[in-house]
Nanobody, 125 residues
Framework: VQLVESGGGLVQAGGSLRLSCQASGLSFDDYAIGWIRQAPGKEREGVSNYDYRNGRTNYAASVKGRFTISADNAKKTVYLQMNSLKPDDTAVYYC???????????????????WGQGTQVTVSS
């Protein structure tokens, strides 16, 4: 299984970025893909999650209304559109895959089985 993130960079507050997560080696029908971020000196936190099994999406309260997760099944790619970015959004963003099932806490980084290498997002004030 390989997950490759792209799209990070430096942006001013209020700006936008779109992250991409290209997956290979797994069946999208069996997995949910999450975006998890880690800011300097802080623990990893779940940002958003897309479950291919039922099309359900989840968002952390801190990003709801600003971030949108979507997927292109044919390309096996999950996107995270990030608008109205704030300096507090500065972090390394990881995409990760977890076996889709009914009872798991999508926001908990420990539930994910596979991880990408991460992409840096820096928001200047």
């Amino acid at each position: 299984v390989q997950l490759v993130e792209s799209g990070g960079g430096l942006v001013q507050a209020g700006g936008s970025l779109r992250l991409s997560c290209q997956a290979s080696g797994l069946s999208f029908d069996d997995y949910a893909i999450g975006w998890i971020r880690q800011a300097p000196g802080k623990e990893r936190e779940g940002v958003s999650n897309y479950d291919y099994r039922n099309g359900r999406t989840n968002y952390a309260a801190s990003v709801k209304g600003r971030f949108t997760i979507s997927a292109d099944n044919a390309k096996k790619t999950v996107y995270l559109q990030m608008n109205s970015l704030k300096p507090d959004d500065t972090a390394v963003y990881y995409c990760a895959a977890v076996t889709s099932r009914a009872d798991y806490d999508w926001s908990r980084p420990g539930v994910y089985d596979y991880w990408g290498q991460g992409t840096q997002v820096t928001v200047s004030s």
